[in-house]
């Protein structure tokens, strides 16, 4: 096994990130593997971005350096380009093909780049999965857990310090009774996506 792992999750405000972030790090906790988490989310409450790291195993601090991310998890495509300085060609970057348009873009004053050049020059400096995270959350019942299909999707790479089923017991300890099911749907939507 690995002696460390460092997950890096983005996203903007609403999508999850700062949830899904903690709920790797109470996975790590019940594995006994030890855990810190950071997050940066500024304007998050507005839609802004939302950044956080996750690392486990022999580390002794919060934030990974620049290119040594095993994992980059963004719930949106420009937040992974956002991010890039965290990879290298090994790194895996799981990202959410739906974008998410700033309010800078839709009032006009900015252009959001074509998802086709932002997958281009992600899988030029990483080893790339796209999803449809948003969709597969759908099929499981609810588009708020986009972030449990990401996990899911985290966990069936293989790049974790403890099994699957520990991450999803983890996640289905958080969530309300009548959330279980379509929580259970989604993580195991998000593992067949990335399979396939």
Wanted: hydrophobic share 45%; proline share 5%.
């Amino acid at each position: 096994m690995k002696k460390k792992t460092s997950i890096v999750l983005t996203g903007v405000g609403g999508q999850g990130v700062i949830t899904a972030a903690n709920l790797l790090g109470k996975a790590a906790v019940k594995a006994k593997i030890g855990v810190f988490v950071s997050e940066i989310h500024g304007m998050a409450q507005r839609g802004g971005a939302v950044v956080c790291m996750v690392r486990m195993g022999d580390v002794s601090s919060p934030l990974p350096p620049s290119g040594t991310a095993d994992v980059l998890l963004s719930m949106e495509p420009v937040e992974a380009l956002r991010n890039i300085c965290y990879v290298h060609k090994e790194t895996k970057v799981i990202t959410d093909k739906t974008p998410v348009i700033p309010f800078t873009v839709a009032v006009g004053g900015e252009q959001y780049p074509k998802v086709e050049v932002i997958f281009k020059e992600l899988s030029s400096q990483a080893d790339l999965y796209v999803i449809d995270a948003l969709q597969i959350a759908k099929d499981a019942g609810a588009i708020i857990t986009k972030n449990t299909v990401m996990l899911g999707a985290l966990a069936a790479i293989g790049i974790l310090p403890f099994k699957s089923e520990v991450l999803l017991e983890t996640i289905l300890e958080a969530v309300p009774e009548k959330y279980k099911d379509i929580n259970k749907k989604a993580f195991e939507g998000g593992m067949k996506s990335v399979k396939k």
